[in-house]
């Protein structure tokens, strides 16, 4: 099945001593009478090759004048249906079939459309234009063309052309022309010549394009990806750097698609079943080691956790083993979280405060060295040099530093100077104080902090402000909202594991508040909605991930979806709050960080007060989640968003470009 000389990466294989008319009579007698016999479809069908597959169904033809694929469809249903019935297509009408779906009726999806033209070889895009032609008598790059815009229309119709070069032999001279082409393309030229990009990544070869990017990042010190997040944008921007990937490395590029389908609660299941089935006679073998290695944990253990049923087994099956070593994984564990600051090493809390009081004295302030020292210390060793300050000049240093900063850039830095549980209360205080209350804010502390920092926050509210937070917050807010919010402020979430039993019945108080399932109880609504305040607000994480999986086998929604759907306002937000923080708070705060620099203008106060806030706790976890889940890395859009001293103040909390 292989290529002549080349290994078989494929995890599945032909089926030995196979007989299509006998495999054919088995599907039948298993599809016969009252309901289908899934398990035997799943395991005759997940255990032959492709190849093998096209012949039982004309087999199934020849004994029974019957369509196998229309018998599946009516017996089938589901994911398990659309993924069994995908197994049975050729490659190629597999792939046409995706693309019709992707370009059929309002929308287009543009992810099916990258991933599919940007992975294939030029024989599989020759395959892809004839099946489409044979199976919808229609032209594909026609449809494509009237479907899409622009560039990224020009590089999809270059993509099917099948026409990439495909010789090994590699010249030096091109590489070194090709790669200064595409630096006076984008970095070195007002605007970008998207169509270098286009003819270069378009038409050479892998060999050819490894090269240049090597030569690419050592004549302007970047690799190819940074350059392209800079100077494209939108769907082409997606497309071009698919092609990059898929250039370095294919099978690493299916085992982030794979991971991002499954990662968080809520599966892609389009994209899982895609990819499944079209790589699992190619690379499969290869997809899974590049997972385990890149995602420590391995592919199999992670379909496991994330699917159910004779869908689940069919999955398992084309990936054809597991590659964890010991025990596995836990898809439900907590990550290593990471922040960007951490303590200076030979830190001099008196010579810091000599630094910055030459940085304010005299005639205009050198903001630089104020920027270097603050954001470059922890917050225990600018405790230490608030200590410092007052002992050395007998003066406040948060004073000072209000007198010599202004804007932006001043309360970054105060804010950084202040404990987190200070500036926690102080952006609190702030969001309840005077007419209006911004419930953003309120919502995103109180949901996002554990025991202690609540507990921290509390005490720095009392003494800095000589009332409690709890009153403030019901003085404040009203209904459903102020329940949430209050609760949250005892700050009295479980801290233990998950208890499987109970993880069942707090599912079913989940489904039932939200409309899902029928209200076996007797409760009354009222009291529905408060035992899913309790679960929702005591709860510990790990239990709340179990009882979130449980939510998805009972409804078969996801329940970030049906809080969307069955709620609204101020408490819609707040439930939503918690649930994306438990499933996965580096997430929630990336998508937060995304929100408040996208578009025209800056939402400063959000960015500020998250960079300052996560800093050191998950601001490293959350800049992989956001290179993950935009495309781009957060350094370079502060870098695109913000200017001077502000911009280089955040840029150092950041602590780095990915």
């Known amino acids: 099945m292989a290529p002549k000389g080349k290994v078989y990466r494929g995890s599945v294989k032909d089926f030995p001593g196979f ?9 039948y007698n298993a599809m016969k009478g009252f309901g289908s016999d899934k398990e035997a479809i799943l395991d005759l069908i997940t255990s032959r090759s492709n190849k093998q597959r096209v012949e039982i169904c004309q087999a199934y033809k020849s004994l029974y004048g019957k ?8 017996e089938l249903t589901g994911k398990f249906e659309r993924l069994i019935v995908s197994l049975m297509r050729p490659p190629a009408y597999s792939d046409a079939k995706e693309i019709k779906d992707a370009i059929a009726g309002i929308g287009t999806d543009e992810k099916c459309l990258i991933e599919i033209l940007a992975s294939r070889t030029n024989q599989e895009i020759h395959n892809l234009v004839a099946a489409y032609k044979d199976a919808y008598e229609r032209d594909l790059e026609a449809d494509i063309v009237g479907d899409t815009s622009g560039h990224f229309k020009k590089m999809l119709v270059v993509l099917l052309q099948g026409t990439r070069e495909e010789d090994d032999v590699v010249s030096e001279d091109l590489v070194e022309q090709d790669a200064k082409d595409l630096l006076e393309a984008g970095e070195m030229k007002w ?7 286009i003819y270069i990544l378009g038409r050479r070869s892998k060999q050819h394009l490894r090269l240049v990017f090597d030569e690419y990042l050592k004549i302007s010190g970047k690799p190819i990806e940074r350059s392209i997040r ?13 092609v990059v990937k898929c250039v370095r490395s294919t099978a690493e590029y299916f085992a982030e698609r794979l991971h991002k389908a499954m990662k968080g609660l809520g599966t892609r299941d389009n994209t899982l079943i895609r990819i499944m089935v079209s790589r699992s006679e190619i690379d499969m073998l290869d997809i899974r080691e590049v997972f385990r290695t890149k995602y420590e944990k391995s592919l199999y253990n992670m379909i496991k956790e994330d699917t159910s049923g004779e869908y689940k087994k069919a999955l398992l099956k084309l990936c054809g083993g597991d590659d964890e070593g010991d025990g596995g994984g836990d898809v439900l564990t907590e990550p290593q979280l990471r922040g960007t600051v951490q303590p200076a090493a030979g830190f001099n809390d008196d010579g810091d405060a000599q630094v910055l009081r030459k940085a304010m004295k005299g005639l205009g302030t050198d903001e630089g060295a104020i920027i270097d ?3 470059q210390r922890s917050n225990a060793q600018r405790q230490q040099i608030l200590k410092a300050y007052k002992a050395h000049y007998g003066r406040d240093l948060m004073a000072d530093l209000k007198s010599e900063l202004s804007g932006s850039l001043a309360k970054l830095i105060l804010g950084l100077m202040l404990t987190p549980a200070q500036y926690d209360a102080k952006q609190l205080q702030k969001a309840v104080e005077g007419a209006g209350t911004d419930e953003s804010v309120l919502i995103e502390i109180m949901a996002t902090r554990n025991n202690k920092e609540i507990a921290a926050i509390n005490e720095a ?25 209050v609760s949250l402020a005892l700050g009295n979430r479980d801290e233990g594991p998950e208890n499987l039993t109970q993880a069942h019945e707090d599912a079913k108080v989940v489904a039932e508040t939200l409309k899902l ?27 709340l991930r179990r009882v979130f999986q449980e939510f998805i086998k009972m409804t078969n929604h996801d329940v970030e979806h049906a809080i969307r759907k069955r709620m609204s306002g101020d408490v819609r937000d707040a439930f939503l709050a918690i649930v994306r923080s438990v499933k996965n708070k580096p997430a929630f705060f990336a998508d937060k960080l995304y929100k408040s620099m996208k578009g025209a203008g800056t939402d ?9 806030s996560r800093s050191e706790i998950d601001l490293l976890n959350i800049r992989g989640e956001f290179i993950d889940l935009f495309d781009k890395s957060l350094h370079h859009m502060i870098e695109k968003d913000t200017s001077g001293d502000y911009c280089k103040a955040l840029l150092a909390l950041c602590g780095g470009d990915d």
Request: hydrophobic fraction near 35%; glycine fraction near 4%.
């Open 19 to 27: 007989d299509a008319s006998q495999d054919a009579e088995a599907l």
């Open 67 to 74: 369509d196998l694929i229309a018998d599946l469809k009516y």
């Open 191 to 197: 605007g970008t010549d998207e169509a270098q990009f």
């Open 230 to 242: 800079g100077e494209l944008s939108g769907d082409f921007e997606k497309l071009m750097l698919a």
């Open 373 to 375: 020292v603050v954001t």
């Open 461 to 485: 509210y009392q003494e800095a402000y000589h009332k409690r937070l709890e009153d403030d917050l019901s003085s404040d807010t009203s209904g459903h909202f102020k329940r949430i919010l």
């Open 517 to 543: 399932a029928d209200v076996s109880s007797n409760d009354s609504s009222d009291s529905l909605e408060t035992r899913f305040l309790s679960i929702l607000c005591t709860r510990s994480y790990p239990h």
């Open 604 to 612: 400063e106060r959000t960015l500020t007060r998250i960079m300052i």
